[in-house]
């Protein structure tokens, strides 16, 4: 496609459940983010990956949060035993080489509710 | 304490109206500032970017400016559409480039 995709576009969980949210960014883009949008605040920064690494994940609020990615495209975002508090927009992005820069594009979301 | 701080929260305008959209940064080292407009239910998607010595960039009835001394930015609307109803967020890249700073946004709602 030609922008980044996240699914699924809504997901409404139990409290306690794990869930899985997907990103695929644009082709070639080798840099890929996720964030987190909650109602009235502005973008939380969770984890960066270059490539199948991640740098930086010091975002992520606690160990119930992982994320992975494969093949240098697709990345997972799961979140273990959800709690209420994990109720958001989770925003993925992708990049060229950030270092040059270049514009991070977004996604849609995923809109996450833990009942 | 964000480094990034946006007024108004919201705003109601008439259509046909301007308006005007302040941001402060407190980020630093500087690396550029973005404007981002985000409809509902969809991602952010990039207005204008900004370097430290670019005062002023437009993009169609959309207009940045830029004091990186105040470290302070606006972004200007023009002649408002029903479809410029958004939130309007400013971002700001530092020495990091990967590590974004986000401002909380501002509602804008155009009303016919």
């Known amino acids: 496609g030609a922008g980044v995709s996240q699914s699924p576009s809504n997901k409404v969980t139990e409290k306690g459940k794990d869930v899985e949210l997907r990103c695929d960014p644009i082709?070639?883009?080798?840099?890929l983010y996720w964030y987190r949008q909650s109602l009235g605040q502005g973008l939380e920064f969770l984890i960066y990956?270059?490539?199948?690494?991640?740098?930086?994940k010091s975002g992520l609020p606690s160990d119930r949060f992982s994320a992975e990615r494969t093949g240098g495209s697709v990345s997972t975002l799961t979140i273990q035993r959800t709690q209420q508090e994990d109720s958001a927009v989770y925003l993925c992005?992708?990049?060229?080489?950030?270092?040059?820069?270049?514009?991070?594009?977004f996604g849609p979301g995923t809109r996450l509710t833990v009942l | 304490k964000n480094q990034v701080e946006q007024s108004p929260q919201s705003l109601i305008i008439l259509e046909g109206k301007n308006c005007t959209l302040q941001?402060?940064?407190?980020?630093?080292?500087?690396?550029?500032l973005r404007w981002y407009k985000q409809d509902t239910g969809r991602g952010p998607v990039s207005l204008t970017i900004?370097?430290?010595?670019?005062n002023t960039k437009s993009n169609g009835r959309y207009t940045a400016t830029l004091d990186a001394d105040t470290k302070q930015s606006s972004l200007h609307i023009t002649a408002s559409q029903l479809s410029d109803s958004a939130s309007y967020i400013c971002?700001?890249?530092?020495?990091?480039?990967?590590?974004?700073?986000f401002g909380a946004g501002t509602t804008v709602t155009v009303r016919a």
């Open positions: 992005a992708s990049s060229f080489d950030p270092r040059t820069g270049n514009e991070q594009f």
């Open positions: 082709s070639g883009h080798t840099a």
């Open positions: 990956f270059q490539g199948n690494s991640a740098p930086d």
């Open positions: 941001c402060n940064y407190t980020v630093s080292p500087f690396s550029n």
């Open positions: 900004m370097t430290f010595s670019e």
């Open positions: 971002v700001v890249s530092g020495s990091n480039d990967y590590k974004l700073s």
